[in-house]
């Protein structure tokens, strides 16, 4: 099995949600929050890529150049990636700016029967050395053997992997497997999926990718997105930790700037919350909730680790006494490592 | 296969997330909107259930009677369902007002390793003639031939169905395949899910659930319950409808009743919208919705009905002449009936 990669779009297709309203300080805040996750990918921009702010899509309050090097200042680890569709966005005004500005990654986007448009981008960012992915949007709009098709031109013209895009949020479960499995057994290149949360299935939707083998998952975190969002990331990366599999990701750092900054963000909050996700992992009852929050401040630890630990312990009422001992515990114990740490760097 | 049954929790599993404070006019206005709608079972009161209002765990608005006579009054093809965990409910002071007050439908609930201390109840209520149904709380605690051991006992107290909850969200899709596939294997009698939406599948879990086998799905209008909510009954019934599954509900009315009066009794609206439902539905992309909205209104025709003839059509981008289009067909077709229907009463 080929490691997942994970593309995140909360700062292009968040931007649908919000009208292509980001400003600096959205983009750097979280660009910085976002390097030491683990991250592979994180794509900026306007919601229809580079070159689309216009009247008529929508017009962006900061130009692409301003958006990308703004992202790039903050991004040590993590690659900076852009969307773009031909017809919007032209080699020499947007493509051969953004490589200035430091992209580090294309995803260069079609509908999924139109993968002809993409060609001459393709083949001119694999020759200038970047990484280039093909996207097929809006992909339940025809058969598999079709998209099967165009997705092979798309390798051919030299992208590095093919991700689907259920831009409509349309698809069935069984939609998703046919057509991930399809992709998979065809195309030698990595498969990838962006699934949007129409019917409430986005992240299960992607859960079924990977099962088919799709080695690419676009989401965003809190699923701020267009329409009814996409697949929140920090949910599936929480499942996916859960069922053993490593993704490399930092969860924590996923929810932290889930909460502090995408959250702020957005303009109306449908995303869930870290402690309603980390409470699932846990296998504990919410009505824990407030308890933890209390009691994590008051002896200063994370609220996340009371609920990792409640779940250790198998709670199952609302069992205040014990919450309130796991924070003590933890908060002995972070005092022995801070004691420990300054021993150590005194040696 | 039997045919699914639905029971709403909306107006029992909603409390917990306003902390108990449900009007009788939000009990009165649900229960009308959706006595139409083909819902099997509307369970109505305390999120604990009957006799749980106490300072401890929140105290509720109006009295567990109040609640359901409200109910009652207003419910004439629906069932009137109460959720009851002995302990906090009893026979003599809970069970048999209750039964005055007109309810038909009991889930007596214990901890899925509890099922003892529900016997009394059960056989109570079956020998008094009503409909009584075995809850499974927090079902991921314990091992799969300790539930089915459990549920067991429920069958033999007299049970017609068991019901388990995913009370902390805690499912994987791999964990509801074997649960419930285990306990259909097992039992004579119905098996149903609760999911609750920690990590984001709740939907995708009922759907799994219902693929094993399981013929009750318990669930909420727009998602709202305790914690990160439950099942959105809407989106659920939209993706079934979707392959061809013929639920018997009214779709329309369940997302105006989704729409119009749980969105307004929600503190924090975590749902999807009705729109995010139906485009996903029709497979067309989101970015229609304001266009689709204002030719709605224009002409005087159901949103939905647009979205779903775009769909028909098989739009792709942002068409707004079509959108018209169908909205003045739309209202023709509408004046058409209209007419018919007046003649129609006058033969």
Partial sequence: MKKLLF?????????HAIKHQLTKENIADYCKAMDNSGMNTIIVGHGNGLGASSLQVGLSLFSDNEMLTTAKKHLKRTKLGVFLIPGFGTIKDDVVPAIEAGVDLFCVASHCTEADVTRQHIEYLRKEGKEVYGILMMYHMTTTEKLVEEAMKMQEYGAMGIVIMDSAGASTPDLVKRTINALVNKLDIRVGFHPHNNMGIAVSNALIAIEQGASIIDGTLR?????????QLEALVALLHKTGVNTGLNLYKMLDASEEIVSKIMDR?????????????AEVFSSFAPHVKKAAEKFGVDPRDIFMELGNQK???GQEDMVIEIAMNLAQRKKQDDISYIFESLL
């Fill in 269 to 281: 909050d449908t995303g869930l919350s870290a402690l309603s996700i980390i409470s699932g992992m």
């Fill in 223 to 231: 699923g701020f997105g267009a329409g009814a969002g996409n697949c």
């Fill in 7 to 15: 593309f995140d779009s909360t700062l292009r297709d968040g931007s």
């Fill in 315 to 317: 709670v199952v009422g």
